[in-house]
Each structure stands twice: as C-alpha cells, then as structure tokens.
C-alpha cells in the first residue's frame, strides 16, 4: 500500500513509520520540520504547514496515497480541510483521537456533573458533552509539549469530522496513556527519579493509589494503528488501544520500580495526610476502565512487547534522557519526610 503520515515524525510516528515499512509499504511523511534524526530515509519526506495542507494538494495527489494517516489533528477545522483535501486522493483516511473523549473522562475532570459513568467503558460509551475539557492554562501546558495542538483542541469535533464524509471513509482509534522511549510527556520521570536519589519511600494518597487508567507502550499503540491502516473492514470503525487488563496505579508504579535495583517502598497515605504536590486534583472516584475487546476481535490486535519489556525499555529511555527542565516543587522531599514520619 502507499500510506501518507501526516505529522509521522514524533514519539508514535516513529515506530509506525519504522514497522509499516518493515511490511513493504510506500510511505510519504508530511511534516513541517526536518527529518528527525530517527526518520527513515526510506520514506518520502514533505515538508509542509498541516493548517494549509490544501497548498500541498498537487504534492500529496502525486503520491496517491491508499491511507492517509493523521497523527496529529487537534480541531474540527484541521479535520474538515483534511477530509476535503483527502477526497481527490485517496481511498481512506485513519485519524488518532484519545480517550479524553468519553465521559468518564470529564467525570474524572469535573467537568462532567451527575453520576460516576459504569465500566468498563467501550467504543459505544458515552462521550463528553462539555467540548472543553482542558482550562486555558491547560491547553497551554498542552502546546509545550506538543506543538501540533491548537487553542481550539477538540478531538470530539475531530472524530464528528472523520467519520461523517459522505466520500471517504474513516477510521478513529482511541489511544490510551502512551509511554515509551521518546515520551514527551516523561511519565516514568517522578517514580524513576525518586529511586535514583534513593528515597526509601514513595508516597501515594489512597484514592490515587487505587484509581485505575489506560496504557500503552508506543510500539504496540504504533501496532494496533498499522493494523486499522492494512484492514480494509477497519473502514467506518472506531477502535480503543490500551493494554488489558487495567491496573491501579500502585500497582504500575511497583511494576515499575521491580525492574529497578531499588529497596524502598510504597506508602500509602489517605489524601489529608499526603503532602499538597503529590495529590491529584481530579475526581478518583472515577475509573477510567477501557475495553479493547473491539480491536482486538475484530482485527486481531495483541501486543508485539510484553508488558516487562515495554516498561524496560523506557526505563532505559528514561533515565538516559530525563527532562530539559524539572519543577523542584514536584519532589519537596521536606515534606513528604514530615508526612512519613507523621505516618510511622
């Protein structure tokens, strides 16, 4: 097949760039900078500003790409110029959504009022009916890291735009919380530093210790989107990603720190007890339990990285590239001294 990846050249690109060829595809990858040092060579590189993709039409025509796969749409604008542009080029296009869009995850937010929303949740759950889920500030802290979202973020509106062209048919998949080598969010960082500057403890408030949410190494989220890019029944379909089943998040942090040659311990606090920096301002009592029995029946998904070697290697990743910038305030080892000598 000839797949074009727009935005191909990031932390979930890669891999799906690195195993679609491995299967004998023709890529096209349309980015706005240079090739990263991890891009293939093997692939066509177009450079170009993805909020005037129309500029690029003749460029992108002359591909003649089977799939169009967009990694990094953000607004229901960006999504409406890709479907119009799509319609002269190509058979399919597969979009990348998140599970920011269910309701669960507003309740989580608060920005979703009335009842907790039942698991665990699927492709058919409900989805938010607050459009903005993030603050003003939080879309900010959203563009430092990844510099494709927009101020109008709305991956609903991106989802309503994809699936609803009369002329191309799409594909949403639903990623999880995605970590591996290249993370650009870091998620390992706060355990991971911790057990290097030898705390013998790790403090976790009780709702948070036991608050359940989606994973996914990068290499078998790049797995799951290279599937719904070959299969043609993928068409129409919308699919969730995450590793199953869900665990606390106690019990990822320990699955973490057993790969480690660290001999502390997790403590866990009830939340009034537990220092101000490590509480999670959010609403625990709402799980985020996500099926992906879908994918997985329909087109045959299943992890090509264990879990221990996932988590392996981004440890690795990891503790050889640690953050540009830390915030001291996320480890006041002073106060979580005080909150665990409280608590002996």
Request: proline share 6%; hydrophobic share 40%; charged share 20%.
């Amino acid at each position: 097949m000839r797949i074009l990846l727009i935005g191909g050249n990031g932390f979930i690109g890669t891999p799906l760039t690195r195993q679609l060829l491995a299967a004998g595809h023709k890529l096209a990858i349309f980015h706005r900078g240079t090739p990263s040092a991890q891009a293939s060579a093997a692939a066509l590189h177009i450079q170009g500003d993805r909020n005037r993709l129309s500029d690029h039409q003749d460029q992108l025509r002359k591909f003649a790409p089977d799939v169009i796969v967009d990694l990094i749409l953000s607004s229901g604008p960006q999504a409406r110029q890709l479907m119009t542009v799509a319609r002269d080029i190509t058979k399919r296009v597969v979009a990348l959504s998140t599970g920011d869009v269910y309701r669960a995850w507003g309740v989580l937010h608060r920005v979703e009022s009335g009842s907790l929303e039942p698991l665990p949740i699927t492709e058919d759950s409900a989805l938010r009916t607050t459009r903005k889920l993030y603050s003003p500030d939080g879309i900010k802290a959203l563009q430092d890291i990844f510099t494709w979202a927009t101020e109008d973020y709305d991956k609903i509106a991106v989802e309503q735009a994809v699936m609803s062209d009369d002329r191309v048919p799409g594909t949403i998949v639903r990623l999880p919380m995605v970590y591996g080598e290249g993370d650009p969010l870091h998620r390992f960082f706060p355990v991971l530093k911790r057990i290097a500057d030898r705390r013998n403890a790790i403090i976790l408030p009780e709702d948070v210790a036991a608050w359940r949410g989606p994973h996914g190494y990068v290499d078998n989220v790049a797995h799951a989107i290279a599937l719904c890019v070959s299969a043609d029944r993928a068409a129409g379909r919308i699919y969730n990603v995450n590793e199953e089943p869900s665990v606390s998040d106690l019990e990822w942090q320990r699955s973490i720190a057993q790969q480690t040659d660290w001999r502390g311990k997790f403590v866990v606090l009830p939340v009034d007890r537990t220092p101000q920096h490590l509480r999670f301002p959010a609403n625990t009592a709402q799980h985020v339990v996500i099926s992906s029995h879908r994918i997985r029946s329909e087109l045959g998904y299943q992890e090509i990285i264990p879990l221990e070697e996932g988590i392996a290697r981004t440890i690795a990743w990891e503790s050889a590239n640690p953050p540009a910038t830390i915030n001291p305030q996320q480890f006041d080892y002073a106060a979580e001294d005080a909150a665990l000598a409280s608590a002996a």
